[in-house]
């Protein structure tokens, strides 16, 4: 089969190394040519371009499977889902797509006071990057291509951790009453379950990807630090938090949820490889 992936950042890099490994043709799009080259570098084959539009007539035609990961568009303070912009002129030129993914995020859930969510849940995401992902998710599902999304918590990995910052010094994080919950998943479980959907495509499926373990962010940074050896996290009172925390960090604090992963082991993992953030930041320490 042959792989495309677009916007191919940190998860899509993830994604063609691992195709490649497997022996399947890849090409990539993204914005920078610098970027291009490196994938080019691992046996990728990359065009650097502003839309998927850009790519040759071939390249789109031969896709059997096309992986989105292009991120959202920001014009001043709002998020808007570029994929409405060229996904309908693009569905005729994926003549031979048996499988497309989009990477969305569980942003789209807003926020449940804490309680549990899977994706029966109703979507009410108050935040602009929550809407403007669930309007990309609409708009590949009712594409009329063979699309699936699927709904990502908090990527950590190789290269995209916390560990510098803890171990910096200053790290600051918010202690809120009641708790406010959040999710995590390292980045090869979301390439494994990728793969496994290309193997076993479902049409229409939404499916969260997030290991089994939601803790609250002001515990997870205090046990990271203790396993590391890094300086403990400040943490702020909310009030403190609103004073002098950022908008865009805040925004990362609002939400509260736990997100079932509950049909990510029934269709594509049964085992993930780093069910909580414990085995992936070893992982992340023995190498």
């Given at each position: 089969?042959?792989?495309?992936?677009?916007?191919?950042?940190?998860?899509?890099?993830?994604?063609?190394?691992?195709?490649?490994?497997?022996?399947?043709?890849?090409?990539?799009?993204?914005?920078?040519?610098?970027?291009?080259?490196?994938?080019?570098?691992?046996?990728?084959?990359?065009?650097?371009?502003?839309?998927?539009?850009?790519l040759p007539a071939g390249v789109l035609a031969r896709a059997?499977?096309?992986?989105?990961s292009i991120p959202l568009a920001r014009e001043g303070g709002s998020c808007l889902p570029p994929q409405r912009a060229w996904l309908p002129a693009l569905r005729e030129r994926l003549a031979g797509a048996r499988w497309c993914g989009y990477l969305s995020s569980t942003a789209v859930y807003g926020d449940a006071g804490g309680d549990w969510v899977d994706e029966a849940s109703p979507c009410r995401p108050a935040s602009a990057r929550g809407r403007a992902r669930l309007a990309a998710?609409?708009?590949?599902?009712?594409?009329?291509?063979?699309?699936?999304?699927?709904?990502?918590?908090?990527?950590?990995?190789?290269?995209?951790?916390?560990?510098?910052?803890?171990?910096?010094?200053?790290?600051?994080?918010?202690?809120?009453?009641?708790?406010?919950?959040?999710?995590?998943?390292?980045?090869?479980?979301?390439?494994?379950?990728?793969?496994?959907?290309?193997?076993a495509p479902r049409p229409g499926r939404v499916a969260n990807l997030a290991d089994d373990a939601p803790l609250p962010h002001a515990d997870y940074v205090r046990e990271l630090?203790?396993?590391?050896?890094?300086?403990?996290?400040?943490?702020?009172?909310?009030?403190?938090?609103?004073?002098?925390?950022?908008?865009?960090?805040?925004?990362?604090?609002?939400d509260s949820k736990r997100v079932s992963n509950a049909r990510l082991h029934a269709e594509l993992l049964p085992t993930l490889r780093y069910p909580d953030f414990r085995a992936g930041i070893a992982s992340l320490l023995d190498e």
């Open positions: 089969m042959r792989l495309l992936i677009l916007g191919c950042g940190y998860v899509g890099e993830r994604l063609a190394r691992a195709a490649v490994a497997r022996g399947m043709r890849v090409a990539a799009m993204t914005r920078s040519r610098q970027r291009a080259e490196a994938l080019r570098a691992l046996g990728v084959e990359a065009y650097a371009a502003a839309s998927p539009l850009e059997g499977a096309v992986l989105d998710e609409q708009a590949w599902l009712e594409s009329g291509l063979p699309a699936e999304a699927f709904r990502l918590a908090g990527i950590y990995g190789p290269g995209r951790n916390l560990l510098a910052r803890l171990r910096a010094g200053g790290y600051r994080a918010v202690r809120w009453e009641p708790p406010r919950w959040s999710n995590r998943i390292h980045v090869d479980d979301i390439v494994a379950a990728l793969l496994a959907a290309m193997d630090a203790r396993m590391v050896g890094a300086p403990m996290p400040e943490l702020l009172t909310p009030e403190a938090a609103e004073r002098e925390l950022s908008p865009a960090a805040l925004e990362f604090f609002r």
